[in-house]
């Protein structure tokens, strides 16, 4: 018996250790465009019908906090909560900031990002415009460089 438990718990360490390996692999830097290679140029033009406004910033902040549920993993100041696998996003990151555009986040809320935790956010718990106002929001966490 106790060596049916030590082979059960060897099996589900290796099980883990490879599906780890594998997510890690999926994304090799937090650079890494989500959007698959194919579609990335036309979604980098992508733009929002939203002139950027405090206004759509603090629906934004609404939805985060709110039905969004963004909060849960991202955290109230946008560094993200410690997770096992790909961490989520900090949205602190001014190099990551400056690197995707508002129609690649887009693209990850309605598609999630495979090989992580984030869910499709966009048709199933927000609309569209509330994802583009909530990408206003994830924007105001930008800090600067130093």
């Known amino acids: 018996m106790k060596?049916?438990?030590?082979?059960c718990f060897g099996i589900g360490f290796v099980v883990s250790a490879l599906l780890w390996?594998?997510?890690?692999?999926?994304?090799?830097?937090i650079y890494t465009p989500r959007v698959p290679d194919e579609e990335l140029e036309r979604i980098q033009e992508m733009e929002s019908p939203f002139r950027s406004r405090q206004e759509y910033v603090d629906k934004?902040?609404?939805?985060?906090?709110?039905?969004?549920?963004?909060v849960t993993c991202h955290s109230n100041n946008g560094k993200g909560?410690?997770?096992?696998g790909?961490?989520?996003r900090d949205f602190t990151n001014a190099q990551w900031q400056d690197l995707r555009?508002?129609?690649?986040?887009?693209?990850?809320?309605?598609?999630?990002?495979?090989g992580t935790g984030m869910p499709i956010r966009v048709g199933t718990v927000i609309t569209k415009d509330e994802g583009w106002w909530v990408?206003?929001?994830?924007?105001?966490?930008?800090?600067?460089?130093?």
């Open 3 to 7: 060596t049916q438990g030590l082979v």
């Open 21 to 29: 390996q594998e997510a890690a692999a999926f994304h090799p830097s």
């Open 60 to 70: 934004g902040a609404e939805i985060y906090f709110g039905k969004g549920q963004c």
């Open 81 to 84: 909560v410690k997770l096992p």
């Open 86 to 88: 790909h961490q989520p």
């Open 101 to 114: 555009t508002d129609g690649e986040l887009m693209w990850v809320l309605e598609n999630g990002s495979p």
């Open 135 to 146: 990408i206003q929001f994830i924007r105001a966490f930008r800090k600067p460089e130093k």
